[in-house]
């Protein structure tokens, strides 16, 4: 049973915007930095944004830093990533990730994973 649970993939059109969920257990996730990354066909998984436990910090990968937004709200065990201005090579499978030591940029840091939410940008 997956303890990351990813929502709010689709089809857009180039422009459009998209809001991802992730939702988590709780109580054992407090104290988590959550992140999310994506893995384009025929690509390595890559990093996309990430927050700490307590949203005071947040880190974001720089061709998106001006378009996405990652928030976490702890009273509902969510974290959010509002994509605006989508363009096509945005499109890839997004994953949930949460780590225990800290806010990482790297996926081997990442100890529990989502199964993933597709989202399709077309041109």
């Known amino acids: 049973q997956a303890q990351l649970r990813e929502a709010g993939g689709g089809l857009v059109q180039a422009g459009d915007s998209l809001r991802l969920s992730c939702t988590y257990p709780g109580r054992a996730f407090e104290l988590a930095s959550m992140g999310w990354f994506r893995q384009a066909p025929g690509k390595e998984r890559e990093f996309v944004a990430a927050v700490s436990w307590n949203g005071e910090r947040v880190e974001y990968k720089d061709s998106v830093e001006d378009r996405f937004t990652i928030s976490r709200n702890s009273a509902k065990n969510t974290v959010l990533l509002q994509m605006n201005s989508l363009k096509f090579e945005d499109t890839a499978v997004y994953y949930c990730?949460?780590?225990?030591?800290?806010?990482?940029?790297?996926?081997?840091?990442?100890?529990?994973w989502g199964q993933g939410t597709q989202v399709t940008v077309s041109s």
């Open positions: 990730a949460a780590a225990f030591a800290g806010v990482f940029r790297t996926p081997d840091k990442y100890e529990i």
